[in-house]
């Protein structure tokens, strides 16, 4: 008799996998919380052929993800239980058969307060909604975790199946710079809740959105309404802090709510796009409130994560063939944020899948070369002086003159902001590029967009789109 096959007579199925749940239980303690289930909670144990014992995982990226770095430690913990001797382990693609069936989650949403109307009143404009919708695409199965975002996705981990608020992390305010996955995690986190603890009221809005349900109660003298309605609610997300600064009736009621739901120990969770210190246009009671628990900041992408997203949302895509070269060479230059990195990717597949033809790097250079080349390519103030002239309807010239009529003397200030905002430039030298200026008019400027954006909307989306413009 072979020898394998005494070893297999002699350690029954139970035995293999009970040792595969102790070597995966040490893997938790050993990578943390956030690494085990994004990559290894995933491996199941599926089986033994002979000395073989076989682990499965969903995907073949994440198979490739696992051996290339965790393997030897795996291989390491394996060997040293007793159980295990004389085994080997194999990880296979597919699904095993202790996996449940995933649920999509793209049923209504029940206890995510997403969509239903706060007031019985027949209201049927879309400003009945008091919340916002959730993407089904941003869970946590679909988020990748790196270095860059370890610490804010253990954090919404924490808060999203812990059932009562989490000590120290309340609020959890997540920030960071645009496209790297805030509202990724604050959906995943309702999506999880809504999965596991349909009991639980969760509230997701943006901070527009909540200002905008605030205007519209105070205008239909229903603010005792809105007030006990954000009051019932036992987890509340508002996306996008950094919108109601500089509106001060909105700060009040918001930082009235942010009270009474962390004195009632109700969940709060907040993002923005810097930390709560760097906040202007805050008030100091709010500002030093949203920094009371746990802050924690997504920063930017690495080139390892980069590959990771790809990777991922590569394995969604089905029967898309893309070279590693290709991969690789997106997230190489694709660095500013993930929203562009899958918007380029999304690109290729799409030129690819139109013309018939296999991805190639020299398609994927050829399809992405505006992109690229508008990455590469620095703004200069004369860009801008161009755009906005061009935007608002007046001439270069005007850009350079000392005319005050606000028909020329705003635009001239949005220039002056976008100067600032997008170039190295120093206040001085922007100054001299608008007709010999003072720094301080520059800086003026600056400040009266920044307020003007806080408080009009309109206007704000305006400058938005000249930078989107400029900056693509
Ligand atoms: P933010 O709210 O910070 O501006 P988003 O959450 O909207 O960014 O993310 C932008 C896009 O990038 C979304 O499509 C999101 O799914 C994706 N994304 C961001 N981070 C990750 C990640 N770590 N894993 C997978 N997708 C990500
Ligand atoms: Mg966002």
Redesign the pocket.
């Given at each position: 008799m072979p020898l394998h096959a005494q070893i297999t007579a002699a350690v029954p199925q139970d035995a293999l996998a009970a040792a595969w749940d102790r070597v995966s239980a040490r893997l938790q303690t050993l990578y943390g919380d956030a690494v085990f289930r994004s990559w290894l909670k995933p491996l199941r144990f599926a089986g033994c052929e002979g000395e073989k014992v076989i682990l499965s995982v969903p995907t073949r990226f994440m198979r490739e993800w696992i051996t290339s770095h965790y393997a030897d430690e795996i291989r390491s913990l394996w060997a040293k239980d007793p159980d295990a001797e004389g085994y080997v382990l194999y990880i296979t693609v597919g699904q095993a058969p202790a996996r449940a069936p995933e649920k999509k989650p793209e049923a209504p949403v029940s206890n995510v307060i997403s969509t239903g109307s706060w007031q019985a009143a027949p209201d049927t404009s879309d400003t009945a909604q008091m919340g916002a919708p959730l993407d089904p695409?941003?869970t946590f199965e679909?988020?990748?975790?790196g270095k860059p975002?370890e610490l804010a996705h253990a954090a919404a981990r924490r808060v999203a199946e812990t059932d009562k608020v989490v000590p120290g992390c309340n609020p959890l305010f997540l920030y960071?710079g645009?496209?790297?996955?805030?509202?990724?995690l604050m959906h995943a986190i309702a999506w999880h809740i809504r999965k596991n603890n349909p009991n639980r009221r969760v509230l997701y809005l943006s901070a527009e959105k909540f200002m905008y349900q605030f205007i519209k109660a105070l205008r239909f003298k229903e603010a005792f309404a809105f007030k006990e309605y954000f009051r019932s609610v036992d987890v509340l997300m508002i996306d996008d802090v950094q919108f109601i600064s500089g509106k001060d009736s909105t700060q009040e009621e918001f930082f009235h709510t942010f009270n009474a739901l962390v004195d009632q120990n109700k969940q709060l969770i907040i993002?923005g796009d810097r930390s709560p210190s760097d906040l202007d246009g805050l008030e100091e009671r709010v500002r030093s409130r949203l920094g009371w628990g746990l802050v924690a900041d997504i920063h930017a992408t690495t080139y390892e994560?980069r590959l990771g997203?790809l990777q991922?949302k590569i394995e969604l895509m089905r029967d898309i063939e893309i070279p590693q070269k290709v991969t690789e060479f997106l997230a190489h230059k694709i660095t500013s944020n993930?929203?562009e990195l899958?918007g380029a990717l999304n690109r290729v597949v799409a030129h690819a899948t139109l013309v018939g033809r296999p991805i190639t790097l020299e398609t994927a250079q050829e399809v992405l070369r505006d992109l690229l080349r508008a990455h590469d390519r620095r703004i200069s103030i004369e860009d801008i002086q161009k755009q906005v002239a061009a935007h608002y309807n007046i001439k270069v010239s005007d850009m350079h003159s000392a005319r005050r009529s606000r028909v020329v003397a705003r635009p001239r200030q949005v220039a002056m902001y976008l100067s600032k905002k997008l170039t190295s430039r120093s206040l001085p030298e922007i100054g001299r590029r608008f007709g010999g200026k003072d720094h301080t008019t520059v800086m003026h400027a600056v400040k009266r967009i920044e307020e003007l954006m806080a408080e009009d909307g309109e206007f704000a989306r305006d400058v938005e789109l000249i930078e989107k413009m400029m900056r693509s």
């Open positions: 695409r941003y679909n988020f990748v975790v975002n960071g645009v496209g790297l996955g805030k509202t990724h993002s994560l997203i991922s993930v929203r899958e």
